[in-house]
C-alpha cells in the first residue's frame, strides 16, 4: 500500500489497482453500504428499463413519478421535493444558498463534501470540534452552537455514528439564517426515524434536509438522493440544474423503490435487525481486543480507536482484501481511529478474526 489518504470510503477501483486484485475480491468495509443485493423488485425494474425506451429517451425533466413517489412516502407536498444525482449534487446546490447567508459552521470531523460544495462557491466556512468522547445514549442532544450563520448537521453523524435528537436540532432552528441537515444514513437507524426533520420543513423555509438512497439500498452505482425544502428554493435550484442531472434509470428505480410502501416497510425491518445484531456483535467483540476501542454507534459504522497509529492494522487488513476507512483525511481523529462499516455476519467474523491475528 502506498502512503495515500483516502478522502472518502469506497474507492474500490484505485485499491483494487493499488493491491493489484480485481474488486470482486474485496470486501469493502470503507464505505458503509448495506451489505445485501438490492431488493429483488428493483433489479426487475432496471432489467426492464434497459429493455424499453428507459435507455433510449431523454428522462423525464419534470421527475413526476418520483417526485409523487417521495411526496406520498414523506407525506410532504411535491412542490418541496427535488431528486438529485446523489446527495452529493443537492449539497452542491445547498452549499450555494449557504454562501449567500454567510459564514457556514462545518462539524469536525465530519463528512468532506459539505466543504468540497462550498468551495465550488467561494462560500466561507470554518470547522467546529465535536467532543471525541460520547455515550451510548440514542438520541444524544446535539452538543454545539457555532457563531456562524449556516449550519450543516449529519444526523445520524458520520464518521462517529451519533444520533442526534430532532428536539436538540429544532432548537437551533431559529438561531442560524439557513441549516442544511443530511439523513443520509438516517433510514437506516432503527428507530431513528423519530429524529428526522423533515416534519419541520414545512413551518422552517430556513431548512433544507437531504437524503440519500445509496446506503440503504447498496446503490451507489446509480446515484440517487433528494432533498426537501421551501418551494420557492427547490424551484429555483430545477431552474439553475442541468437539464437531466437524474438519469432514466435512476428515475424509474427511485420510484419503485419510494411506491412499494410494504416492500420498503419490509427491507427497513430487515436493515434495522441487521444493524441492531450485527452493531452489538462487533462492538462486544472489538472491546475484546487489546489495544482498541470500539465507539458506541446508532447506525452502520463505527469507529474504533487505537492506543497506537492504527495504520499498519489497515494495511495488513488491505492486504487481506479487507478494506477499512483510513481516518486520517478527518482532522480531528488521525491515524489512531479507523471506520469499520458493518457486514454480513460471516463478514464481520472474518473482519474480527483478522484484527485479532494483527493484533497477536
Ligand atoms: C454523511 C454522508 N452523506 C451523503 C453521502 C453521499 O451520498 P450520495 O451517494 O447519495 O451522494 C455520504 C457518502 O459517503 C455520506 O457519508
Given at each position: 500500500m502506498k502512503g495515500i489518504i483516502q478522502t472518502h470510503g469506497g474507492n474500490v477501483n484505485k485499491e483494487a489497482q493499488e493491491l493489484n486484485c480485481s474488486i470482486e475480491h474485496l470486501l469493502d468495509s470503507s464505505s458503509s453500504l448495506v451489505p445485501f443485493d438490492p431488493p429483488f423488485h428493483l433489479r426487475r425494474c432496471l432489467h426492464k428499463c434497459i429493455n424499453s425506451r428507459t435507455l433510449r429517451d431523454y428522462p423525464d425533466r419534470e421527475q413526476n413519478n418520483l417526485i409523487n413517489a417521495i411526496s406520498s412516502w414523506h407525506c410532504i407536498d411535491p412542490e418541496m421535493i427535488l431528486p438529485g444525482n446523489g446527495a452529493a449534487e443537492l449539497f452542491t446546490w445547498a452549499a450555494k444558498d449557504a454562501g449567500k447567508k454567510g459564514i457556514s459552521g462545518l462539524p469536525s470531523p465530519g463528512f468532506s463534501d459539505y466543504s468540497r460544495a462550498l468551495r465550488c462557491w467561494d462560500a466561507s466556512y470554518f470547522e467546529f470540534s465535536l467532543p471525541l468522547e460520547w455515550s451510548n445514549e440514542t438520541p444524544q442532544v446535539f452538543p454545539l452552537k457555532p457563531n456562524s450563520n449556516v449550519i450543516w448537521i449529519t444526523n445520524p453523524h458520520n464518521p462517529t455514528g451519533q444520533l442526534w435528537s430532532q428536539k436538540s436540532i429544532r432548537d437551533l432552528i431559529k438561531r442560524y439564517s439557513l441549516i442544511i441537515c443530511d439523513e443520509a444514513?438516517?433510514?437506516?437507524v432503527p428507530n431513528g426515524e423519530k429524529q428526522s426533520l423533515i416534519p419541520l420543513v414545512k413551518t422552517n423555509p430556513n431548512l433544507i434536509?437531504?437524503?440519500s438512497l445509496t446506503k440503504l439500498f447498496g446503490i451507489a452505482g446509480l446515484r440517487l438522493g433528494y432533498a426537501i425544502s421551501y418551494p420557492d428554493r427547490i424551484d429555483r435550484w430545477k431552474k439553475l440544474r442541468d437539464p437531466w442531472?437524474?438519469?432514466?434509470l435512476a428515475l424509474e428505480a427511485g420510484t419503485i423503490l419510494m411506491n412499494e410502501r410494504f416492500l420498503m416497510q419490509k427491507w427497513l425491518n430487515?436493515?434495522?435487525s441487521w444493524?441492531?445484531?450485527e452493531g452489538q456483535w462487533m462492538y462486544k467483540n472489538l472491546s475484546l481486543i487489546n489495544g482498541i476501542e470500539p465507539q458506541h454507534s446508532s447506525c452502520n459504522f463505527l469507529l474504533i480507536k487505537g492506543d497506537n497509529?492504527?495504520?499498519p492494522l489497515r494495511n495488513y487488513l488491505a492486504k487481506e482484501k479487507i478494506l477499512l476507512r483510513d481516518c486520517r483525511s478527518f482532522k480531528a481523529l488521525g491515524e489512531n481511529w479507523l471506520r469499520i462499516g458493518l457486514q454480513s455476519q460471516k463478514n464481520n467474523n472474518r473482519i474480527i478474526k483478522k484484527i485479532r491475528k494483527f493484533i497477536s
Open positions: 444514513f438516517l433510514p437506516l434536509v437531504i437524503r442531472p437524474v438519469n432514466g430487515k436493515v434495522h444493524v441492531t445484531k497509529s492504527l495504520i
